[in-house]
């Protein structure tokens, strides 16, 4: 009981606070150099009793050549699911704190940094250690990382721990990083990384990359190739006569030209998940090649990416035919790999090739005026892990009144076929919104699904909510949805997290200084 009311009150302090900053931002000012953000989450479900209070104060400092920084973070708890929570139950701490120096500058320095820190080297092939709190990632690394750059070469190279389910930081790892970008027409790259597991006698894993990014003309280029190895597996697996346990590509190529571009990517991942011993920790993130969409329903029925068996291409075309008319076309597909694979054969296991993802998705965005503009899109997936087949077409219709006020309506309804049991229902949802830029927003999004389970007998489930976001100041975001919300998956990257059906309150607040 004291623990919620003590989270209560850093609510209330935090709202408060960020409300009296508002009204006169020449009130105070900070010490220059410092920044402060925070980040607050609230939330209460009416059905099942669940509080969640999720917190996030960050302050960074720099001084000439010195960089600091801390992120204090409490949770009670910040996620029901074990693998997102990570042990952090009821929790208050500081859970990133790092110091910086910079000496030098962009063509000639170094920097070196010891604490926790993230990391991206190329397109996350080999290495993406980074945060996105909506999906409740944060695979930062506690240790040391150098960068050094000369004469259009850079060298990044680092050692450091990641925290598990548990929140123990047990495997280190060591990555390296060289890239030349001295040429205009193309920049080259090569990435090294090795994981060494908390375990006695047990042979670490080992991956590298070589990488090229051409330009010319109106085309630019990107090519990958990687490969992994384990003595371990070289050994129990393939009696050596391997050197390598798996192996991935990645390769994209964009022509633009004038009012037109083509956007053409390609994927193969074989036996490639870079994790932790336990599991619980993915040290890198592949292309995906899965299309983002901004509308609810095309984001209902996700394919998670598998960046251990995948082989797949994705096309876009987008074309502006004038100024008031625009067209957007994607196309992509992702299959299983074959029994020939690195995959099944380490796992031991013999399957045929099927179709994991296949997605196609059109829009059309046309301004009628100055006031009126309608967006048409409709998309069509097939995909693997729910097995279902989805048909969804999309209106969108936005009314500008002056440069302030809008009203956007979004009608998107989805049919949607269940390939195991032959079941067949549908999602409608519409959205109202109104914004009165750039301070206020409120938006009200009801949704119905209409299922047959048998014939005659017609079920129907209704979820809605209203939604208000104001700004305060030029320092604070404010959110506050109140209603229910059907269940469904935020995915970024083919990354997913899943979030249970909703009804209660949830309060959002954003501050930064």
């Known amino acids: 009981m004291k623990t919620t009311v003590y989270y209560h009150i850093i609510i209330l302090i935090i709202i408060f606070s960020s409300t009296l900053y508002?009204?006169?931002?020449?009130?105070?000012?900070?010490?220059?150099?410092?920044?402060?953000?925070?980040?607050l989450e609230y939330s209460y479900n009416i059905d099942n009793k669940i509080e969640i209070f999720e917190n996030w104060l960050t302050l960074d400092y720099n001084k000439n050549i010195f960089n600091a920084g801390l992120r204090f973070e409490a949770f009670q708890p910040n996620d029901p699911d074990p693998s997102i929570s990570r042990g952090k139950v009821r929790y208050a701490d500081i859970a990133y704190k790092?110091?910086?120096?910079?000496?030098g500058d962009i063509e000639q320095g170094i920097s070196i940094t010891?604490?926790?820190?993230?990391e991206l080297f190329g397109r996350g092939m080999i290495l993406k250690s980074y945060e996105d709190r909506n999906i409740r990632i944060d695979n930062n690394l506690l240790g040391v990382k150098v960068k050094a750059n000369y004469m259009g070469f850079l060298l990044s190279a680092l050692t450091g721990s990641a925290s598990n389910a548990v929140n123990e930081r047990k495997d280190i790892l060591h990555a390296a990083d060289?890239?030349?970008?001295?040429?205009?027409?193309?920049?080259l790259g090569t990435t090294f990384a090795s994981n060494k597991p908390d375990i006695e006698n047990m042979a670490r894993t080992t991956l590298a990359s070589f990488r090229i990014q051409p330009s010319y003309w109106n085309f630019d280029g990107y090519a990958e190739y990687a490969f992994k190895s384990n003595k371990d597996i070289q050994s129990q697996v393939f009696n050596n006569d391997k050197w390598k346990i798996g192996e991935a590509f990645y390769g994209s190529l964009i022509f633009y030209y004038d009012m037109f571009s083509i956007v053409g990517e390609y994927k193969h991942y074989d036996n490639f998940a870079f994790t932790s011993n336990d599991g619980t920790i993915f040290y890198n993130t592949s292309p995906s090649l899965r299309k983002e969409?901004?509308?609810?329903?095309?984001?209902?029925?996700?394919?998670?990416?598998?960046q251990s068996n995948e082989d797949g291409f994705a096309v876009e075309v987008n074309y502006n035919i004038s100024d008031e008319t625009s067209?957007?076309?994607n196309y992509g597909v992702t299959k299983t790999l074959p029994t020939s694979s690195y995959f099944?054969?380490?796992n031991n296991i013999s399957i045929p090739v099927s179709t994991q993802l296949q997605e196609f998705y059109f829009q059309a965005t046309h301004n009628w005026n100055e006031s009126f503009t309608t967006i048409v899109a409709f998309g069509y997936n097939e995909e693997l892990s729910t097995n279902t087949k989805n048909i969804t077409p999309i209106l969108e219709n936005k009314f500008y009144f002056d440069d302030i006020n809008t009203i956007k309506v979004v009608l998107e309804h989805q049919q949607t076929e269940n390939l195991t049991t032959s079941e067949k229902y549908y999602d409608d949802v519409i959205g109202i919104e109104y914004l009165r830029s750039p301070g206020f927003n409120v938006s009200l999004v009801t949704e119905i699904q209409t299922k047959e389970p048998e014939q005659g007998r017609i079920v129907r489930k209704l979820w809605s909510f209203i939604q208000f976001g104001y700004k305060l100041g030029n320092h604070s975001?404010?959110?506050l949805l109140i209603g229910s919300r059907q269940a469904g998956n935020i995915c970024i990257g083919g990354i997913c997290r899943f979030e249970p059906a909703f009804q209660g309150i949830e309060l959002k607040l954003l501050t930064r200084l």
């Open 327 to 329: 067209l957007t076309t």
């Open 477 to 479: 975001d404010l959110s």
């Open 293 to 306: 969409y901004t509308y609810q329903l095309l984001n209902r029925h996700p394919s998670p990416l598998d």
């Open 114 to 118: 010891a604490g926790n820190f993230y």
């Open 178 to 187: 060289l890239s030349y970008n001295g040429l205009d027409f193309v920049k």
């Open 22 to 39: 508002s009204q006169s931002d020449s009130w105070f000012l900070l010490p220059d150099g410092l920044g402060i953000s925070n980040q």
């Open 344 to 346: 099944q054969r380490v």
């Open 98 to 103: 790092y110091f910086a120096v910079d000496i």
